[in-house]
């Protein structure tokens, strides 16, 4: 059992930033991460890590202006997002997974709430 809490999103100008965090609780996964949903759209891939390596991965719309840790001792997954542009507006979910193809949504079991991310032009 993986229970995970995320918090941290808000509405922000376009240009701005955010570092939105996932408290985890239960057993440790392979890997950790982070997709979201905007309107009318599927849940995508945004960024992983892997735990025993703390290898990433990340999107390329987001490449280069998000960045995904964790701390182990907090237990805890975040995403630091700078330069929100307006298409990054989504709901953003938290997902743990045990399979090893992490950009993968349906091998994710566990997921949290989300938290919205609202970026203004």
């Known amino acids: 059992q993986v229970t995970l809490v995320e918090s941290g999103g808000g509405l922000v100008q376009a240009g701005g930033s955010l570092r939105l965090s996932c408290a985890a609780s239960?057993?440790?996964?392979?890997?950790m991460g982070w997709f979201r949903q905007a309107p009318g759209k599927e849940r995508e891939f945004v960024a992983a890590?892997?735990?025993?390596?703390?290898?990433?991965y990340y999107a390329d719309s987001v490449k280069g202006r998000f960045t995904i840790s964790r701390d182990n001792t907090k237990n805890t997954l975040y995403l630091q997002m700078n330069s929100l542009k307006p298409e990054d507006t989504a709901v953003y979910y938290c997902?743990?997974?045990?399979?090893?193809?992490?950009?993968?949504?349906?091998?994710?079991?566990?997921w949290g709430q989300g938290t919205q991310v609202t970026v203004s032009s």
């Open positions: 239960g057993r440790s996964t392979y890997a």
């Open positions: 997902g743990a997974t045990d399979r090893a193809i992490i950009t993968v949504l349906a091998d994710y079991k566990y």
């Open positions: 890590i892997i735990r025993i390596n703390s290898r990433t």
